[in-house]
């Protein structure tokens, strides 16, 4: 009939068509349905510090962040976070200037990349990496050069090869998309890898976004190492933060981006059509939250750590061959000792066979069959939940 649209094509634009939804969405819906225990999302099941919490209700009481608050976040979280960096890390950025406030690091990573990417830059990123990165280069645009991390059983670890690093950049990489501690394989980038990664960045005078939202799990002789912190890259580091990961309220959406004057205001720009501001109170609170005395970060790493040795000791008794995190809060397993190989159809079985959930780390690759093998276990959670976990994974060796 004249007049009307067609609805023949299909809705979505072909940057994102490869993204349905999320393997998250899937597994916690199925987590649901059949009451196994959920593994799989990032997320505590316990909240963080009581008086962060009420730092929260206080702000709420008060009428501070009801109604919109400034732009590049309140000055109080802003002056709490250059704080932090520069007590922890000797960083000094201007909190006028040099700090963003966003509705998580999400929101950052896409805000950023929307903000510095052209159509056909590339943008060289660690594989296997957050769902998030791909997408966002999509929408810019651009396109993604992955670099595979290559397991190293070993060692218990997910190596990086400097030597294909450098030959993935090319004269249209743009930037280089950084995450330490890695998620999904909690590699920890050693110093001697940062400083290749940053004598890269210099010579071919490419921007680094590094996300950096587990900065303070970092586990046995590791050390996390800010990359801005390292000769030449003070100017050209975006350093993506997050409050989420940290004190354990993910609800809260609070995240955040350091980086030059210029810079910043360029990742704004994007910024401001995207939620433009968010999260009003929960700034206040993170203010607090960021000057909780150095045994606050002690006491949270030391239990992440008890957790990640329960889990690990569990899912090796399990059958799993076991990459033990030296950061963040995933485990990463090879499934095939227990005579398994399609990590998809593994994770879909898994909640029938032992009542358990868990992520195919696949899902984080572009080369699909590199991550085929290897499945993804959250330990953020109660050590009860994850001793019943890990009793009932003992089914599988069974």
Request: net charge negative; with cysteine; aromatic share 8%.
């Amino acid at each position: 009939m004249a007049g009307m649209t067609s609805t023949a094509r299909p809705f979505l634009n072909r940057r994102l068509a490869e993204f349905g939804t999320t393997i998250f969405a899937e597994m916690s819906a199925l987590a649901l349905t059949t009451g196994s225990i959920n593994l799989g999302q990032g997320f505590p099941d316990t909240d963080g510090p009581e008086e962060i919490r009420e730092a929260a209700v206080r702000a709420l009481r008060d009428g501070r962040g009801n109604q919109y608050p400034p732009g590049p976040g309140v000055p109080e979280l802003r002056t709490a976070i250059a704080d932090h960096q520069r007590r922890r890390y000797g960083l000094s950025f201007d909190p006028d200037t040099e700090v963003l406030v966003t509705a998580g690091a999400t929101e950052a990573i896409a805000a950023t990349l929307l903000a510095l990417l052209e159509p056909g830059d590339e943008v060289v990123a660690l594989e296997p990496y957050y769902d998030s990165y791909a997408a966002c280069i999509a929408m810019a645009g651009a396109t993604r050069v992955p670099v595979t991390l290559r397991p190293d059983p070993e060692h218990a670890r997910f190596r990086l090869d400097l030597d294909e690093l450098r030959d993935a950049v090319t004269d249209r990489t743009r930037l280089l998309l950084v995450n330490t501690p890695h998620n999904p394989t909690g590699t920890v980038l050693t110093r001697a890898e940062l400083t290749a990664i940053a004598e890269l960045a210099v010579e071919r005078d490419l921007l680094v976004v590094t996300d950096e939202v587990y900065e303070h799990l970092v586990f046995d002789e590791a050390e996390h190492v800010p990359l801005a912190t390292l000769p030449g890259m003070r100017e050209r580091t975006i350093t993506i933060g997050s409050a989420g990961k940290t004190f354990s309220f993910t609800g809260w959406k609070v995240g955040w981006v350091t980086a030059t004057p210029g810079l910043v205001t360029a990742v704004r720009s994007a910024k401001q059509f995207l939620t433009y501001v968010s999260s009003g109170p929960f700034q206040y609170a993170v203010a607090e939250a960021l000057a909780l005395p150095d045994s606050y970060f002690d006491a949270f790493r030391a239990d992440m750590l008890a957790k990640r040795d329960l889990l690990a000791t569990g899912l090796t008794e399990a059958g799993f061959a076991v990459f033990r995190p030296a950061g963040t809060y995933f485990i990463t397993t090879d499934i095939r000792p227990l005579g398994e190989s399609d990590g998809f159809a593994f994770c879909r079985s898994l909640p029938e066979r032992a009542g358990v959930v868990a992520i195919p780390n696949a899902v984080f690759y572009d080369h699909r069959e590199a991550g085929a093998p290897f499945v993804r276990f959250a330990f953020c959670k109660k050590a009860s939940v994850l001793e019943e976990a890990a009793t009932r994974l003992k089914a599988l060796a069974s």
